[in-house]
């Protein structure tokens, strides 16, 4: 539980609302959380749905792991602690990128259930959406892969707490979404996400 250190802080309620920036932008905002190992696809698919959205003429954003880890995360490294704190940070962003009627494409390994749950939580008390997408891979796949060469550090010793070899993965139970990556194009998995956007009214015009 993250404690409110700050006092006598309050909401400031502007004069525009969410709804109205909803209209505005002709798309309803919502945050898409991709979730799997490392190497399983999410940047992949994140990159190719945020192009996909901008060829439509919606805005999206991408919140990477990477890329917040050299910016507004850069104090925190890999232990359970500060994952938990990783992903605490990014869900109040995705939130803020919500309202605003942004389409936030947040991908992270985020392998603890009860971190994502609590990102969920937090969106639902705001009223905002969330959809979580599990970007299913098999270990042995995603080690083939290992794009950046991650599983043969940790193998050999040089990554401690890694996801998957000596860290655990907690796959979702009930995501909105479920993408086999090791059996699908990345143009089905695509599909699959604008098929729901479209059938639940995130990518209404105006």
Same mark, same amino acid.
């Given at each position: 539980?993250?404690?409110?250190?700050?006092?006598?802080?309050?909401?400031?309620?502007?004069?525009?609302?969410?709804?109205?920036?909803h209209r505005l932008m002709g798309q309803k905002?919502?945050?898409?959380?991709?979730?799997?190992?490392?190497?399983?696809?999410?940047?992949?698919?994140?990159?190719?749905?945020?192009?996909?959205?901008?060829?439509?003429?919606?805005?999206?954003?991408?919140?990477?792991?990477?890329?917040?880890?050299?910016?507004?995360?850069?104090?925190?490294?890999?232990?359970?602690?500060?994952?938990?704190?990783?992903?605490?940070?990014?869900? $109040? +962003?995705?939130?803020?990128?919500?309202?605003?009627?942004?389409?936030?494409?947040?991908?992270? =390994?985020?392998? !603890?259930? /009860?971190?994502?749950?609590?990102?969920?939580?937090?969106?639902?008390?705001?009223?905002?959406?969330?959809?979580?997408?599990?970007?299913?891979?098999?270990?042995?796949?995603?080690?083939?892969?290992?794009?950046?060469?991650?599983?043969?550090?940790?193998?050999?010793?040089?990554?401690?707490?890694?996801?998957?070899?000596?860290?655990?993965?907690?796959?979702?139970?009930?995501? $909105? +979404?479920?993408?086999?990556t090791d059996q699908m194009t990345l143009d089905?998995?695509?599909?699959? =996400?604008?098929? !729901?956007? /479209?059938?639940?009214?995130?990518?209404?015009?105006?």
């Open positions: 539980m993250t404690v409110m250190k700050a006092t006598n802080v309050h909401w400031h309620e502007g004069d525009i609302t969410r709804e109205d920036r905002g919502v945050t898409i959380w991709f979730t799997g190992l490392s190497g399983s696809g999410k940047s992949t698919v994140a990159v190719a749905l945020e192009s996909t959205l901008y060829e439509r003429g919606k805005l999206a954003y991408r919140l990477d792991g990477d890329n917040i880890r050299l910016g507004i995360n850069k104090n925190l490294g890999f232990s359970a602690e500060d994952r938990t704190e990783n992903i605490r940070r990014i869900g $109040e +962003i995705a939130k803020l990128f919500v309202d605003s009627g942004t389409i936030a494409l947040s991908s992270f =390994i985020s392998p !603890y259930r /009860e971190d994502r749950d609590k990102v969920r939580q937090l969106h639902n008390e705001a009223g905002v959406d969330f959809i979580e997408v599990f970007v299913d891979c098999s270990l042995e796949e995603a080690e083939k892969r290992d794009p950046k060469g991650l599983y043969k550090k940790a193998r050999a010793g040089e990554i401690k707490n890694f996801t998957g070899i000596d860290d655990p993965y907690e796959a979702p139970e009930n995501p $909105e +979404i479920h993408l086999h089905e998995e695509v599909a699959i =996400i604008i098929h !729901y956007l /479209e059938s639940n009214g995130f990518l209404a015009g105006r």
